[in-house]
């Protein structure tokens, strides 16, 4: 017993040793850079914004979209600057400057140009939020930029190298801000 207590406390601390350890990523960073896209659907119409922050550690995406069709959306970082319709292909794949498959449930993934699934309400609008660890600025805005695609269906988290999203419904280029 007295020496499962003592474990019990060992992990204990090192878990708590390791949130301190963690706790900076993530935080903003006073001064850091900032990029921003407006997404537009084929058609041209507005579909909201999404952003990138510098924070400590990474970039912090942020997705407000509007005027999308209800329901669950893969969302990506895309490797080239540019969102010609109508269908985005000029956007090019994922932004991967790691190597790794696609997909947060995938062992060998993911892409930093992975973002979670959007959620769209019925009443069009959507917002989700993550901190890409590692991913960088001058990375995003290389020298054919980086856009933000929202994709016509659910990203399965796992399926290489886009996660059966499906179609292109939004896009917009990433540009400094």
Known sequence: MRIAI???AALL???????????????????????????????????????????????RFTI??????????????????RCDA?????AGGHWNPTGMKHGSMNPQGPHEGDLPNLIVGTD?????????????????????GAALVVHAGPDDLMTDPSGNSGGRIACGVFSAA
């Not at 708590?16 to 960073?29: F, I, Q, R, T």
């Not at 659907?41 to 990138?52: E, H, Q, V, W, Y």
């Not at 407000?64 to 600057?81: E, F, M, Q, S, Y």
């Open 6 to 8: 003592i474990g019990t």
């Open 13 to 59: 601390t090192l878990g708590v040793s390791a949130c301190k350890n963690d706790m900076h990523v993530g935080a903003p960073l006073a001064g850091g850079a900032r990029a921003t896209a407006m997404l537009r659907t084929a058609t041209g119409a507005d579909a909201g914004t999404a952003s990138a922050s510098e924070v400590a550690g990474g970039l």
């Open 64 to 81: 407000d979209v509007k005027g999308l069709p209800a329901g669950t959306h893969g969302a990506h970082v895309h490797t080239t600057g």
């Open 86 to 90: 109508p269908d985005f292909a000029s």
């Open 124 to 144: 069009g609008r959507g917002t989700v939020g993550i901190t890409i660890p590692g991913a960088t600025m001058a990375g995003l805005l290389d020298a054919d």
